[in-house]
């Protein structure tokens, strides 16, 4: 399968602060991809640099085979793009703008109309053709900003942060439509997401940025099989007065009743049961099972 974005040694500073220092970077055809890091790991950079928005000070991209500085008109037209600013003209309709933004990418007022009344009744907006945008809440205007990112049947689809503020239903909805589009529609999905549990269910592939480049995971992927203790009840409050030390050495993830810690090998995990029988700490489960997407996360991303 082609690859519809390449990024090779992608360098660039913003002042004196260096944000991509060697990124890497390859995206198939029709498929989701996720560009995951921290908040400064040059995620939204590397969004802007595929979009053309910006120019590299050293490496390459291109995207559709094509340098996006040199082709933006050609390639911004196969693009769709959401980002964290919705940028809604929030005193017009839902009509009036998508009409708008349709005519912007040159589409005829029947084409306008026929994505319009298939994407709304999607969203199930169809009754609030005619409602002012303002009057929304953020659920609401998000599905208008999604619905104008792909009124024009774009290509490549980017997606920066596209559950951010979104309860968990509107959140599904949201995965259910970008995963129709791969599948029915055969679009190239690039998105960012702090939403780990959620997005792992539709994405194809992912890389992890950190300080500008992508993180090497060599040892650990979703497909590995791992050990994972659960401490609960009273334990929990032993075991918090050595979080600090244990947390150094080991994945560990705090859910609201219970502590997981993840452990990659049947060594590791004699050591680390070992210390907890020091601390006077009693597990209430082990099982062996595969590393989530969040569980990679934490260990190469943080």
């Given at each position: ?55 590299l000070?050293?490496g390459?991209v291109?995207?559709f ?20 600013d ?7 309709t ?36 005619n409602?002012t945008?303002?009057k929304?809440?953020r659920?609401?205007?998000?599905k ?20 951010n ?38 994405i194809?592939?992912?890389?992890i ?29 032993a ?29 590791e ?34």
């Open positions: 399968m082609g690859k519809v974005v390449k990024i090779i040694g992608a360098r660039k500073t913003f002042g004196e602060k260096p944000v991509l220092t060697g990124l890497n970077l390859s995206i198939p055809k029709q498929s989701i991809y996720a560009i995951l890091g921290h908040n400064g790991a040059g995620k939204t950079t590397t969004c802007r640099i595929i979009q053309g928005l910006c120019n000070d050293e390459s291109t995207v085979g094509e340098e996006p500085t040199k082709n933006f008109k050609a390639i911004s037209r196969k693009l769709g793009v959401l980002s964290e919705l940028g809604l003209y929030e005193n017009l839902i009509k009036e703008y998508l009409h708008m933004y349709g005519s912007i990418y040159g589409m005829d007022k029947k084409s306008i109309n026929m994505q319009i009344d298939r994407l709304l009744e999607y969203f199930e907006l169809s009754d609030s053709l409602t945008i303002s929304f809440s659920g609401m205007k998000k208008v900003a999604l619905i104008r990112t792909v009124i024009h049947d774009p290509s490549l689809i980017i997606l920066d942060e596209p559950l503020g979104l309860d968990p239903v509107i959140a599904e909805k949201f995965c259910e439509f970008i995963y129709k589009l791969k599948k029915e529609e055969k679009k190239t999905i690039i998105l960012t997401s702090h939403h780990l549990d959620e997005i792992e269910k539709i194809d592939d992912y890389s940025l950190k300080h500008g480049k992508t993180v090497d995971i060599v040892d650990d992927t979703t497909d590995e099989l791992i050990y994972q203790i659960k401490i609960s009840g009273d334990s929990i409050e075991f918090n007065l050595h979080f600090e030390a244990l947390s150094r050495a080991y994945r560990i993830l705090h859910n609201r009743d219970d502590i997981l810690i993840s452990l990659s090998s049947e060594k995990l004699n050591n680390f049961i070992g210390n907890l029988i020091e601390k006077d700490i009693y597990l209430t489960a082990l099982n062996r099972c595969k590393s989530s997407l969040k569980e990679v996360y934490m260990r190469y991303g943080s």
